[in-house]
């Protein structure tokens, strides 16, 4: 979809609960994701790449709902319109050194 | 319906959104066309982040040795976004007599082109780095190599060219490019909306090949399928930007404290181009590599593995230029993967380049019309 992206947001209202912790693997607040989408950041991708949430231990399986869901209303779009974030191999954590084993267990 | 601007910039990863940069910074209109709906999805966000000059072309050696004395220091202040620069050095490991050869090689060449670059023993690369294997017995290092954070210097230049008022258009392809009068005028994108342009820009990587010959241009690139991992944070152990004689691995510790490690495996040619896919054997290839170097951080815990392409040229070297056949365009591709730590001042030459303005630096080794034919 065609997106321009240089649209004028207006002046930034705080919310009461702009320092709720979103994302507590890396410690993101909703202030920082609106933040963010005011600054050009307008899709979960650009927001985590700008302020690591949803890239930390857990990969966002806590907070990727809500993340979305704080973009969405910045943007006044529904939630379900926005993309999920991708997710990567491996699903959990794993050592090194079992990727590293050529051998098999 | 059709636009208007004095530069269309056809691509916005880092190096097309630097230029971008550079060029709203001198009030010059310019319009960003991205075919992703993400910015930042091509190289540039998925890189190793390493900004180095050993080890590089003698063609490119000035490009990287301007960028870290006069762009990247500044870059995050200039930018308004902390983009994790850290001048930690580069070592360049080897464990057999073969490959210090090839680290002396590539130090002799690098200290020719002005770079202050050397080779040190064991002892004192071990005391740059104590993590380092004991199988270690030389290496190659460069004080004033680094990384930075990929992710946010692309988005840094987004966003910074954004409130200067560039103007940014995503999911927007470009299809083709038009020439009328001998001159490139005019691109036209998927839904066939119309751009037009005093000049433009082509940064789309291995992409740039496809809209090129549009008008005739051929660039002899090829795409290559690199893959990188990123680990759980760790407490900070090294600072430097690391690598091997062999390319078996390299990488470095971000600044919230993960390492960030790419590797190469040898099938890399073979990969299908279309969307970034991983292999079943890179993950695993990298990780014998850093295990081989750096057996402390075998318990480490990787949290996520993805690739990007490169767009590798014939001699490796990227091409940047206004090829005489098509007045009103600029080339800026085949950074044949190591664009990023050249990323600041590739954008400046070639917003320059396109506005007729005299460049920082000779570009002349990377015009479009250097390639020869066998016969
Ligand atoms: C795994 C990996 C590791 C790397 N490690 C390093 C490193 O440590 N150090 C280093 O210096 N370099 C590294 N590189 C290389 C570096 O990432 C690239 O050279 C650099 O990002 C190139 O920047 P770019 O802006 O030209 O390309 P890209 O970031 O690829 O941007 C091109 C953009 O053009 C868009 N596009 C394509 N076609 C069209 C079209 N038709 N219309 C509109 N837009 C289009 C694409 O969607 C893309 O966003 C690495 C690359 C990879 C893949």
């Keep these: 979809m065609t997106l321009e992206r240089n649209r004028d947001f207006g002046d930034y209202v705080p919310a009461p609960d702009d320092d709720l912790v979103i994302c507590r693997c890396e410690e993101v607040t909703k202030g920082e994701i609106r933040q963010a989408v005011r600054d050009g950041m307008f899709n979960v991708h650009e927001v985590r790449r700008l302020l690591r949430c949803g890239m930390g231990l857990c990969q966002g399986r806590t907070c990727a709902k809500l993340v979305k869901a704080i973009i969405a209303r910045e943007l006044n779009l529904p939630a379900p319109s926005l993309l999920d974030a991708t997710a990567r191999a491996p699903m959990r954590p794993v050592e090194m050194k079992v990727f590293a084993n050529e051998k098999g267990l | 319906?059709?636009?208007?601007?004095?530069?269309?910039?056809?691509?916005?990863?880092?190096?097309?959104?630097?230029?971008?940069?550079?060029?709203?910074?001198?009030?010059?209109?310019?319009?960003?066309?991205?075919?992703?709906?993400?910015?930042?999805?091509?190289?540039?966000?998925?890189?190793?982040?390493?900004?180095?000059?050993?080890?590089?072309?003698?063609?490119?050696?000035?490009?990287?040795?301007?960028?870290?004395?006069?762009?990247?220091?500044?870059?995050?202040?200039?930018?308004?976004?902390?983009?994790?620069?850290?001048?930690?050095?580069?070592?360049?490991?080897?464990?057999?007599?073969?490959?210090?050869?090839?680290?002396?090689?590539?130090?002799?060449?690098?200290?020719?082109?002005?770079?202050?670059?050397?080779?040190?023993?064991?002892?004192?690369?071990?005391?740059?780095?104590?993590?380092?294997?004991?199988?270690?017995?030389?290496?190659?290092?460069?004080?004033?190599?680094?990384?930075?954070?990929?992710?946010?210097?692309?988005?840094?230049?987004?966003?910074?060219?954004?409130?200067?008022?560039?103007?940014?258009?995503?999911?927007?392809?470009?299809?083709?490019?038009?020439?009328?009068?001998?001159?490139?005028?005019?691109?036209?994108?998927?839904?066939?909306?119309?751009?037009?342009?005093?000049?433009?820009?082509?940064?789309?990587?291995?992409?740039?090949?496809?809209?090129?010959?549009?008008?005739?241009?051929?660039?002899?690139?090829?795409?290559?399928?690199?893959?990188?991992?990123?680990?759980?944070?760790?407490?900070?152990?090294?600072?430097?930007?690391?690598?091997?004689?062999?390319?078996?691995?390299?990488?470095?510790?971000?600044t919230h404290g993960s390492f960030v490690f790419g590797g190469t495996h040898g099938f890399e040619p073979y990969a299908e181009y279309g969307e970034t896919k991983l292999t079943s054997v890179g993950a695993s290839s990298t990780c014998r590599g850093i295990i081989g170097y750096f057996p402390v951080l075998s318990d480490l815990k990787i949290v996520r593995t993805w690739s990007g392409w490169i767009d590798d040229c014939a001699d490796h070297?990227?091409?940047?230029?206004?090829?005489?056949?098509t007045p009103g365009l600029t080339i800026g591709c085949a950074f044949s993967g190591h664009g990023f730590g050249i990323s600041p001042v590739a954008g400046l030459l070639l917003a320059q380049l396109a506005t007729g303005q005299e460049t920082a630096l000779d570009v002349s080794r990377f015009s479009y019309d250097r390639f020869r034919a066998k016969v």
């Design chain 2, 317 to 325: 070297i990227p091409v940047m230029g206004n090829p005489k056949e």
């Design chain 2, 1 to 254: 319906m059709s636009e208007t601007s004095d530069v269309l910039i056809i691509g916005a990863g880092a190096i097309g959104s630097a230029a971008a940069y550079y060029l709203a910074k001198r009030k010059i209109s310019v319009t960003v066309l991205e075919k992703s709906e993400y910015i930042g999805n091509g190289g540039s966000s998925r890189n190793g982040g390493g900004v180095r000059q050993s080890g590089r072309h003698s063609a490119e050696l000035p490009l990287a040795m301007y960028g870290v004395k006069n762009l990247w220091p500044n870059l995050s202040q200039e930018l308004g976004l902390e983009v994790e620069y850290c001048q930690g050095g580069n070592l360049r490991l080897g464990k057999t007599e073969a490959h210090l050869k090839i680290l002396q090689g590539l130090t002799a060449n690098c200290v020719a082109g002005g770079l202050d670059m050397r080779m040190i023993d064991y002892r004192e690369a071990k005391e740059i780095c104590p993590y380092l294997s004991e199988e270690v017995i030389g290496a190659s290092w460069c004080p004033t190599d680094g990384h930075a954070n990929p992710l946010l210097t692309t988005l840094a230049f987004y966003r910074a060219a954004r409130k200067l008022g560039a103007r940014y258009v995503s999911g927007a392809e470009v299809d083709k490019l038009v020439k009328n009068k001998g001159r490139v005028t005019k691109a036209i994108t998927a839904d066939g909306t119309e751009y037009e342009f005093g000049q433009a820009i082509v940064v789309a990587g291995y992409d740039s090949g496809k809209i090129l010959a549009t008008v005739g241009l051929e660039v002899p690139m090829m795409p290559l399928l690199m893959e990188i991992l990123v680990t759980e944070d760790a407490p900070r152990m090294f600072t430097q930007m690391l690598g091997t004689a062999m390319a078996d691995f390299y990488g470095h510790q971000s």
